[in-house]
């Protein structure tokens, strides 16, 4: 099973708006990811959890806040978000096998639809 | 550093025919290459990766990939195209030996695919 479940599939959020992004995989991966991708273009990666710990930030805006609960779970909480935000937002993991990593495939789930108005 | 390029944004073929997506690559040492599909409103799918081994690559729904080190090209293909092999295909890079950016994942910008009936 190589699957990563997003929810929800479509949000819509104002700009004073606090809501989150789930996403869920039981691959027993130990690396999880979030991207945004605008239409037509490759995701750009925002966050790395690594044993549930963030390994890599972007240079993403506070109003984005990822948590890792556990090595099953990933949040992305969003808070204040901007027009230019509207985007799909992609998760993804991998096994996590430290140096090994560069090997692995990254598995993405089908991502959450998001428009701020 | 590492990139990946997509000369093409979109390749047009007729169905039955051959098709071909071409992807170059450049990295410092050892090249990991992967090709994702996305269908419209749909998250990533992973199609086949080079990590080393025979140059062929064989993949999902009848794709295949040819990596060509003195190249540095990871083009993909498909013997016979179907309309529902029309989708954005991306081509992606990583290195070896790892380094502080071991888990990301450089994605070209994107080929669209266009299966003619």
């Known amino acids: 099973d190589t699957e990563v479940t997003q929810t929800p599939k479509h949000l819509v959020m104002g700009m004073t708006n606090k809501k989150s992004l789930k996403c869920e995989q039981h691959?027993?991966?130990?690396?999880m990811y979030w991207y945004k991708q605008k239409a037509k273009k490759p995701p750009e990666l925002m966050f790395v959890y690594s044993y549930e710990k963030l390994s890599i930030n972007e240079s993403v805006p506070s109003r984005f806040s990822p948590e890792c609960p556990n090595s099953s779970l990933l949040n992305l909480h969003l808070h204040a978000l901007q027009p230019e935000d509207s985007a799909l937002y992609l998760c993804?993991?991998?096994?996590?096998?430290?140096?090994?990593?560069?090997?692995?495939?990254?598995?993405f789930g089908p991502g959450t639809r998001l428009l701020v108005l | 550093a590492q990139s990946v390029a997509q000369p093409e944004d979109q390749v047009n073929v007729a169905e039955g025919n051959p098709l071909t997506v071409k992807c170059t690559y450049s990295v410092s040492g050892n090249p990991y290459l992967f090709w994702y599909v996305q269908y419209p409103n749909r998250g990533l799918q992973f199609l086949l990766k080079y990590i080393t081994g025979d140059n062929l690559v064989k993949g999902s729904y009848g794709f295949e990939a040819e990596f060509n080190k003195s190249q540095t090209s990871f083009h993909l293909k498909k013997p016979s195209a179907l309309v529902s092999d029309s989708a954005l295909y991306f081509c992606?890079?990583?290195?070896?030996?790892?380094?502080?950016?071991?888990?990301?994942?450089?994605f070209g910008s994107g080929t669209q695919l266009t299966v003619l009936p």
């Open positions: 993804a993991s991998s096994q996590g096998r430290g140096l090994a990593g560069a090997r692995e495939t990254q598995y």
């Open positions: 992606a890079v990583r290195a070896s030996p790892l380094s502080g950016s071991a888990r990301q994942l450089t």
């Open positions: 691959m027993g991966h130990r690396a």
